[in-house]
DNA sequence: GTCTGTCTCTTCTGATGGGG
DNA sequence: CCCCATCAGAAGAGACAGAC
């Protein structure tokens, strides 16, 4: 604690922190001044605030949004466990010894979170928390309310910004997908543009009855109709598709990074931009008491800012 | 050492203008 | 038209000096 330095966190107000947080979850002044219940002005002047201690713009007005600059993407991670773990320790009132705790979490993740936070937080787990054990359990938009609701899982992570009331949530990361096709099969270049992917057939993900899956219903609602042959539930069957047919399986950008190669596929960015719904987390009020879910959710945190962040896909071979 | 009055600074609101 | 930046003014908190 010696080596804080006192004199400059003088001049950087907590609240300061809190407004920086808030508008890396609302991407917008106005939104973010509505969630700290303060005037669209005030939050305007502690962004500016914040835009002259940190000698960075931090957010920049893309038409009717507020983009990130790059240093601001890099502060969110460690602001956000900063005041968690300052929320933590005003309001904790048990221990939570990770090294001698034993005790089963159960998680409810989507499809593509069992395959990217998984593994990366295991490896965090048996290294500082021998004793825990995980459950995962698959959830979908339509089950997590109630699972959550009724004690079946501790913490939701996946596609899904808004449970009911009675919930904490936060928004893990912006969803960003890339194409996956086998280059021995389709002759396509890399990056391909949107003529060359609109033409192509299609393997998406679909946890719903709709053959077109969120990718295809996202680009629906843009007027694009996209042939898609094949629609699972889950990433693995799609980049299986990919590699033994003629189709491009669209998935996000980390399961690309991570799993494409190991199919021999190759990939790039989408060429058609569409926003997707954020990969969040979210978790019932009641266990904001529980400190040792608490500890779990910061080490998912941990565990997400150590992945890649999708903006830094580049087209692979 | 404590209390009180005054000054200064910070942060807020509401109004307004400008950019996309 | 929506949203952000900026300005003027108000309110509250903190700093400081003087009285007791």
Redesign the pocket.
Known sequence: MDNIDHFNLRSF?L?LMIAFDAMMQEM????A?EKL??????M??????LRMLLADDL?V??????QPTAKARALAGPVRTALSQAQNALHATDSFDPQSAQRVFRLGVTGEMDMILLPVLMQHLQQQAPGIKILSRTITSETVDGMINGGEIDLAIGCKSQLNTGHFGEVLFNSEVACCFNPDILDLPLPMSRAQYLASRHAVLSQTENVAGCVGVALQGMGIELDVVLAAPDFMPLLAAARNSAVIATVPCRIANQYAPLFGLSYCPMPIDVAFPPVTMNWAVWTDKDVGLIWLRDQIRAAINAIAPDRELQAAE
């Open positions: 107000d609240n917008s002044v106005t939104k001044a219940r303060i005037g669209q002005s005030a305007s002047h502690n962004l500016n605030t957010f007005r893309v038409g009717q949004k507020m």
